[in-house]
C-alpha cells in the first residue's frame, strides 16, 4: 500500500512564521505514523517518521521542511535542538 502524500501548509504561510533573520521555530514529533506539517501556536508542527537514532529524524525533519517550501535542503541549516523535539532552523537566501 503506498504511503499518503504529506499535507502540508504554504510555503507563504511557513515562511511568515520566521523571524527577520530567517529563523523558524519548529515543534518536532519523531517516530509519527504520518509525515505532515502544520502551524501550531505560531510555531510550525512537524511530523516524521524516523525514530530520533543517529540523526535520522532531524535530517528526516529538513527534507520535509525543505519539500514543503519548495526549497532545497541545503538551504537549511538546524541551529538549535539536535537532540531536542522543539528546533529552531534557518532559511538561508543562497
Same mark, same amino acid.
Given at each position: 500500500?503506498?504511503?499518503?502524500?504529506?499535507?502540508?501548509?504554504?510555503?507563504?504561510?511557513?515562511?511568515?512564521?520566521?523571524?527577520?533573520?530567517?529563523? #523558524?521555530? +519548529?515543534?518536532?514529533?519523531?517516530?509519527?505514523?504520518?509525515?505532515?506539517?502544520?502551524?501550531?501556536?505560531?510555531?510550525?508542527?512537524?511530523?516524521?517518521?524516523?525514530?530520533?537514532?543517529?540523526?535520522?529524524?532531524?535530517?528526516?525533519?529538513?527534507?520535509?521542511?525543505? $519539500?514543503? +517550501?519548495?526549497?532545497?535542503?541545503?538551504? #537549511?541549516?538546524?541551529?538549535?535542538?539536535?537532540?531536542?523535539? $522543539?528546533?529552531?532552523?534557518? #532559511?538561508?537566501?543562497?
Amino acid at each position: 500500500m503506498a504511503r499518503p502524500k504529506p499535507d502540508f501548509p504554504s510555503a507563504d504561510a511557513i515562511r511568515a512564521l520566521a523571524d527577520s533573520d530567517g529563523r #523558524l521555530a +519548529l515543534r518536532v514529533t519523531p517516530g509519527a505514523r504520518v509525515e505532515g506539517i502544520a502551524i501550531e501556536a505560531g510555531k510550525v508542527a512537524v511530523k516524521v517518521r524516523p525514530k530520533p537514532q543517529d540523526g535520522a529524524a532531524n535530517e528526516a525533519v529538513l527534507a520535509l521542511l525543505a $519539500e514543503a +517550501l519548495g526549497v532545497g535542503k541545503a538551504r #537549511l541549516t538546524l541551529l538549535r535542538g539536535a537532540t531536542s523535539r $522543539e528546533k529552531l532552523v534557518r #532559511l538561508s537566501d543562497s
